[in-house]
């Protein structure tokens, strides 16, 4: 299982634009990556997933360079609603057999 | 889509008594789904991933007799912990795994969550 470092905190302001960066240096060949987001005494929720290149949807992107030992979650014009952790994850490809691992997470502080 | 539940979201017991908690994937069936449980300012904790119809795999550190987990069909695991004690307080989490992510990848999708409070 590919290892992950994030930054442990990060503190914004509203309408800006914020970009948290993780590390999985050692990530296989099968390997993608998914990001979620955590609000206190709630379960993880699923923000974006990506493989190569950048991937974008209705309220993020990922960015991941041509050697994928690391990839950017970027979070456009957040609000005082976006603080929360942030989980940076990597797993295998549909073998079936992978189970996701939990790194520290990045807690975001959005200030008004 | 997507959607897991779990029941119920918060639980009250004494010492000793057993708590049983229900995850299910409410529109996507699920041969595998994980437990979780979490602590304060703390990380999400692997505990075991738990198959249909086989038995679950537990972490290291886990007792398997002390948590009870069942998948008895595609939709619904349950997580019994049993003889509850104070330190087994925490905040616990499930998650069914699925093809319903990105381009059809495995993605896991996570309930809301159980709070435990024994006494």
Not at chain 1, 69 to 74: F, I, N, P, Y
């Amino acid at each position: 299982l590919a290892k992950t470092t994030q930054p442990i905190s990060m503190d914004s302001y509203e309408g800006q634009e914020v970009n948290i960066t993780c590390s999985h240096n050692n990530i296989a060949t099968n390997d993608y990556i998914t990001w979620y987001q955590q609000f206190p005494s709630q379960g993880p929720r699923f923000i974006i997933q990506g493989y190569k290149t950048k991937v974008t949807n209705e309220v993020a992107s990922l960015f991941i360079p041509a050697d994928r030992k690391s990839s950017t979650l970027s979070l456009p014009r957040v609000s005082l609603s976006d603080t929360a952790v942030y989980y940076c994850l990597v797993g295998a490809l549909n073998t079936g057999g992978f189970k996701t691992i939990f790194g520290a997470g990045t807690r975001l502080f959005v200030k008004a | 889509g997507a959607v897991v539940s779990q029941h119920p979201s918060w639980v009250i017991c004494k010492s000793g008594t057993s708590v049983k908690i229900e995850c299910r994937s409410l529109d996507f069936q699920a041969t595998t789904m994980f437990w979780y449980r979490q602590f304060p300012k703390q990380s999400l904790m692997l505990m075991a991933t738990s198959n249909e119809g086989s038995k679950a795999t537990y972490e290291q550190g886990v007792e398997k007799d002390k948590f009870l987990i069942n998948h008895a069909s595609l939709t619904l695991s349950t997580l019994t912990v049993t003889s509850a004690h104070p330190e087994d307080s925490s905040f616990y989490i499930c998650s069914a795994r699925t093809n319903q992510g990105y381009r059809g990848w495995e993605t896991q999708y996570f309930g809301p969550g159980t709070r435990l409070l024994v006494l």
